[in-house]
C-alpha cells in the first residue's frame, strides 16, 4: 500500500504571496492532519480532517487555511506569506477518528517552504 | 494551556551506551504516542501507551507511562549507530488537543 505523499517536495516563494501544498492519504484513510515544523517551534498541529470537515484546528492565525475531498485528499493554504512561513510542513493520516483521540498518524515526507 | 515539556533537548552518547528521553506534562493525558525523525525523515509512529503506568518494550527500546498519566519516558539499551534520530512524545488531552514535544535529538559516537 503505497504512503502519505505531498507534493510539491520543496517550494520557494517571496514574502507577500500565497501557496497551496497538496496531500494524498494512505488509501483507506480517511483522517488527514496537517503539522508545521520549524527548528524553532519544533512540530506545532495546524489543522485535522475528516469526512471533508475540519474537526479540529491548532493555534495559528487565519492566513492558513486547508479543505479536504471527498477522496480525502487535501490542501492547505497559506496566504500573505511571511518569512517566519518557513518550515516544513507535513501532513498525517490515520485510518478513521480523531487523530487528537490517539490514532496512529502516519506521516508524509512533507513540504518544505522557504520564504524570501 | 497544557504544555508538554521534553528533555533533554540533545544526547551525544558512545554507541553501546543506554539513553533516555522524558516528556513531562502539565495536565492528565488520555495517551502518548512517541515517534521518531531520522536526519532528514519524517516521523515514524513507535508505540502509544493508554493506561496508567503502563510499560511496553520494543526489543531494546522501553516505553512508560507514569501512575498519574503526566509523563512518560523512551529509554534505549545499548545503542546502536542506528538509533539516531530526534524521539519525539505527542500528548493527547481529555481536550482533544495534540501537543507535540520539542523533541530529543540523539546523536551516536561509533
Known amino acids: 500500500k503505497a504512503g502519505v505523499t505531498q507534493t510539491p517536495r520543496y517550494l520557494i516563494k517571496t514574502r507577500g504571496q500565497q501557496v497551496t501544498l497538496s496531500c494524498s492519504p494512505i488509501s483507506g484513510h480517511r483522517s488527514v492532519s496537517w503539522y508545521q515544523q520549524t527548528p524553532g517551534q519544533g512540530l506545532q498541529f495546524l489543522f485535522e480532517y475528516f469526512s471533508e470537515t475540519q474537526r479540529n484546528k491548532g493555534n495559528f492565525p487565519g492566513r492558513f487555511s486547508g479543505r479536504q475531498f471527498s477522496n480525502s485528499r487535501s490542501e492547505m493554504n497559506v496566504s500573505t506569506l511571511e518569512l517566519g512561513d518557513s518550515a516544513l510542513y507535513l501532513c498525517?493520516?490515520?485510518?478513521?477518528?480523531?487523530?487528537?483521540?490517539?490514532?496512529?498518524?502516519?506521516f508524509g515526507p512533507g513540504t518544505r517552504l522557504l520564504v524570501l | 494551556g497544557q504544555q508538554v515539556m521534553q528533555i533533554p533537548q540533545y544526547q551525544h552518547v558512545q554507541e553501546g551506551e543506554d539513553f533516555t528521553t522524558y516528556c513531562n506534562s502539565s495536565t492528565t493525558l488520555s495517551n502518548i504516542q512517541w515517534y521518531k525523525q531520522r536526519p532528514g525523515g519524517h516521523p515514524v509512529f513507535l508505540i502509544q501507551l493508554v493506561k496508567s503506568g503502563e510499560v511496553k518494550k520494543q526489543k531494546r527500546l522501553t516505553f512508560q507511562f507514569g501512575e498519574a498519566k503526566k509523563n512518560s519516558s523512551l529509554h534505549i539499551t545499548a545503542t546502536q549507530t542506528t538509533d539516531v534520530g530526534t524521539y519525539f512524545c505527542a500528548a493527547y488531552s481529555s481536550a482533544s488537543k495534540i501537543i507535540f514535544g520539542s523533541g530529543t535529538r540523539l546523536s551516536i559516537r561509533p
Open positions: 498525517a493520516s490515520s485510518l478513521e477518528g480523531r487523530a487528537s483521540n490517539g490514532q496512529t498518524q502516519y
